[in-house]
């Protein structure tokens, strides 16, 4: 079983959202206090391959590092970045989505923005800065299977090519 995976950090690095979505349990997002090594095994139970955008260089070492899990040693993992590299797609995952056609409802806002949102949240108690940041974190984490089905049509409209 595939699991999509993103994460969103603190200015000081912390994670502050994790964000999973898996056919099967559909989507789970931890936040703050509740993020910790267990609750994260817990919904990557049964799951085989992690899908992430950028998760090698990114989201998996800030798991590592700040809740001693090493998903990569523990799981298959699958970095579409990439697979969009390959395909001559280069950026982050919003302009990735943007030269394919994705669409996403937190439009506009960034990774800083993420970070001021949780800073937002957590220093003045704004639950508004939060539903945004749990938007922007599931939008990420929905569009990867999208992102991964434009790749596969891409590779299917190569091979038929050749």
Known sequence: MKAYLDIETSFDGSITVVGLHAEDRGMIQLVGGKINDLALCSALEGVKTICTYNGS???LPVIRRRLGLDLAKEFR??????DCWRHGLFGGLKRVEEQL????RSKGIDGFDAMRLWSRFEDGGDEEALEVLLTYNRDDVL??????AHLSELEARYARRD
């Open 57 to 59: 260089r990114f989201d």
């Open 77 to 82: 993992s699958h970095d579409l970045m990439y």
């Open 101 to 104: 056609g994705i669409s996403r």
């Open 143 to 148: 569009n990867l299977p999208v992102l991964e």
